[in-house]
């Protein structure tokens, strides 16, 4: 499938670029995508290849922000729940449904999510949520958090970007712990992916074990620099990233 060393090397650097993407903001799959489909390999193929692929990269940054998930067992617990059954609903639509269905729907989800994100104050308080110890908005976060695992079981490009955007409006905590959780529900979207790409889909077993180690130390190099940036510059970032990937999806979808 590669062409030579300088395409590896290319690939590779995809792959840790998107790890660390992923663990700060989110979105870094959508730089992965576009490569895997540089090297010749169909949509298909690229699109399961880099969901299998994404998963080290969430090992890292899980383990990178592991401290920030103490004091959040309850919502770990629904969340996780809710993620694992939405990822592989989402991995049975991608393997009997045409993609034109999600084609149109994936882009306004995301540009959405940025809405959403640059938003976020004014609509907490809009929900009466912006006391800094209100309760989570138990029916919102779940629901939220199962639709989302859907559309990435789907297509994973973004879907931590979206993860995060529900986080912050049905949640009330610090952006840096919320971005920890958003990174556990990342690695166990992806584990329940990769089990079900596993058995049914053709993945490009040469590529995604090519990327492992790259995305692995992305993510974990990654959770380390979000639990650094401040909460307002982490939230901005997953704005500029998210109105990005909304313009990359609709633009791919006008043209094919």
Known sequence: MFTGPLELGLLVLAGFVSGVFNAVAGGGSLLLFPALLATGMPPLIANVTNSVAQGPGFIGAAVGQRRDLLGQRR???????????GSVIGCVLLLALPGSV??????????????LMALQNQIRRWLGNSEVDAPDRTVL??????????YGGYFAGARSVIFIAILMLAATDPMRR???LKNWLG?????ATL?????LAPVDWWAALTLVPSTLIGGYIGGKVAQ????????????VIAAGVAVYLAWDAFVN
């Open 102 to 115: 999600f084609d149109v729907v994936v882009p306004v989800l995301v540009g959405l999510s940025a809405i």
């Open 228 to 239: 650094r940036l401040p909460a307002t510059a982490l939230r901005y970032t997953i704005v």
């Open 75 to 85: 919502r770990v617990l629904l969340t996780s729940s809710a993620a694992v059954v």
């Open 187 to 191: 690695l166990i979207g992806s584990a």
């Open 141 to 150: 976060l779940t629901v939220g958090i199962f639709l989302a695992a859907v």
């Open 195 to 199: 089990v079900v790409l596993a058995l």
């Open 178 to 180: 919320l971005n920890a």
